[in-house]
């Protein structure tokens, strides 16, 4: 592929078809014209590609492109020659396009039509093929086409005859059957209706931003306004939704598992299905029955709600294979403890001791009528190594064996 000539955007403007510019289309006018198989035709366009200000004309070729004003008038004559064929090729072509009764083929060919029909085309050749460019048009009206018209010699037996006649149209003569842009539309207007264009695509596939917007803008007017103390009851509801919000969501810094509520420091008024922080939330609590409980050395102090039916607690513990300690407080006593497990050592039980000791468990009766809703279990470890875990179940029918 060779880049071998350039337009500036501050002389020529883009044609259009239908509101989209032709040099644009380059990609769909190929594929058409393969599907047509209409390949030759295809390689006289040069492709174009939008640099800087600059579109640059490109042909899959490995020779040497140059103007056609840069050959000898001889080799301009062949040239040109080739140049008329193509233009019967391509005329009777999209002839057949617009007289055809399918309108997909009547659009493609007024669109072709208007493909060529610039004041910016020029004509170049490399040796064996022919290019031209296209889609665009001189800003300056009394400009006339590049391309010179090729009449055939009528007297082939002089040399004077074999010179080429060359001929430029006016631009009256042109009859343009399509839109164009307008002519004192400078190449910044252009550039912004190409925007809009793409702007009017995004918002069509994504419709569904401008109600979403709408709706925080509205959100955001409202607070402004009764930030302006201007409020109404409208703004009133707003601001009890929102505070309730809030509440809800400084209330989750306490949960912990699938509980949810607060209670004060002693857990006298836990309530689980709470949903509002009421301030007097001081410390986690652990749920009864679905939550496994591990640490290691040193003291660890769990407090798990056991809920409003009376029963037994079983706590199943596992002291893998060193030893430590655990014991139960409810209502502010010692209610169970390792300290009960026969065998142990100053209350540590399993591993070094006696490995049959590894695993248990602890049980004591519960009855909320008589104080607390919830049990504390202190697990002390034995050394730094260490490492434990337990499972505290919810209270179950009758009591401790």
């Not at 709408?214 to 009890?240: A, G, Q, T, Y």
């Not at 857990?267 to 409980?293: L, M, W």
Request: charged residues 25%.
């Amino acid at each position: 592929m060779i880049r071998f000539y350039n337009i500036s955007t501050t002389y020529f403007q883009p044609i259009s078809f239908e509101n989209v510019y032709l040099y644009t289309e380059y990609n769909k006018i190929k594929n058409f014209l393969v599907s047509q198989n209409q390949e030759e035709l295809l390689k006289v366009l040069a492709i174009p590609s939008y640099i800087k200000n600059n579109i640059e004309w490109s042909a899959d070729t490995k020779n040497e492109i140059k103007k056609l004003d840069q050959f000898t008038e001889d080799q301009q004559v062949n040239i040109l020659s080739k140049y008329n064929k193509f233009q019967n090729s391509y005329n009777s072509f999209i002839d057949n396009l617009r007289s055809s009764k399918n309108q997909d083929n009547k659009n493609w060919g007024e669109l072709l039509f208007s493909l060529i029909q610039g004041t910016a085309n020029e004509l170049f050749f490399d040796g064996e093929h022919i290019y031209i460019t296209w889609g665009w048009r001189l800003l300056d009206e009394n400009n006339k086409k590049l391309i010179p018209v090729y009449r055939p010699p009528t007297r082939p037996s002089t040399a004077e005859a074999q010179t080429p006649i060359i001929e430029v149209e006016n631009d009256e003569t042109e009859q343009e059957t399509i839109p164009v842009i307008d002519e004192n539309e400078s190449f910044d207007e252009i550039g912004k209706s190409s925007w809009l264009d793409r702007f009017y695509l995004f918002l069509k596939k994504l419709w569904w931003l401008i109600p979403m917007f709408s709706f925080i803008i509205i959100i955001l007017v409202l607070l402004k306004s009764c930030e302006n103390n201007e409020c109404d009851p409208v703004c009133v509801e707003l601001d009890s939704r929102i505070d309730s919000l809030g509440h809800l969501l400084d209330s989750c810094e306490c949960l912990e598992g699938v509980v949810r509520g607060c209670m004060d420091k002693r857990y006298q008024e836990y309530n689980p299905d709470a949903n509002v922080d009421d301030k007097s939330c001081k410390n986690k609590i652990n749920p009864c029955g679905n939550k496994t409980v591990s640490g290691g050395f040193q003291v660890s102090q769990m407090t798990h709600a056991l809920g409003d039916k009376a029963g037994f607690i079983k706590i199943k513990y596992d002291m893998n294979k060193l030893p430590d300690k655990m014991e139960v407080y409810y209502n502010d006593k010692k209610v169970t403890s390792t300290y009960d497990v026969r065998g142990n050592i100053d209350g540590n039980v399993g591993g070094k001791i006696n490995s049959s000791l590894q695993k248990g468990e602890l049980c004591f009766n519960y009855d909320p009528a008589m104080g607390d809703s919830f049990c504390t279990v202190v697990v002390t470890g034995g050394s730094s190594d260490t490492s434990w875990q337990y499972w505290l179940d919810c209270p179950a029918s009758g009591s401790c064996r």
